[in-house]
């Protein structure tokens, strides 16, 4: 089965979704990655989506959601590389991404999750 890599850096986990997102693949990265947050103690969580060109309102909930469980589990969430087309998407969608923030790149998300080097 098809799984994206979570690293572990310091207290953080790091995603970089370099594939084309699909709705089992999603569920899938959704599940190892609230395990691995609890096991790793994890604080953050930076999810770099910069490889992808398209996300439906599935992926934008999965998101979501996802940023949602990392909160219960005490891990902030920031979603890092959204290219203009899919931030359009999203708001043309009405997906608001609660609780997800937001930045240009690994760097300035790591930034906002008060870390600054490890």
Do not use: C, W, Y
Request: avoid cysteine; glycine fraction near 6%; hydrophobic fraction near 50%.
């Amino acid at each position: 089965m098809e799984r994206i890599p979570i690293l572990r850096m310091g207290d953080l986990l790091l995603v970089t979704i370099q594939v084309d997102m699909h709705d089992r693949l999603a569920m899938t990265l959704q599940d190892d990655l609230t395990e691995r947050i609890v096991r790793d103690r994890a604080k953050g969580v930076l999810i770099d989506i910069s490889a992808l060109d398209l996300v439906d309102s599935f992926i934008g909930r999965m998101i979501s959601n996802t940023a949602a469980m990392a909160r219960v589990l005490d891990a902030q969430t920031v979603v890092v590389g959204m290219q203009p087309a899919v931030a359009i998407t999203l708001v043309e969608l009405g997906l608001t991404l609660h609780g997800v923030k937001t930045a240009l790149n690994v760097e300035k998300g790591m930034a906002l999750l008060g870390k600054t080097e490890f």
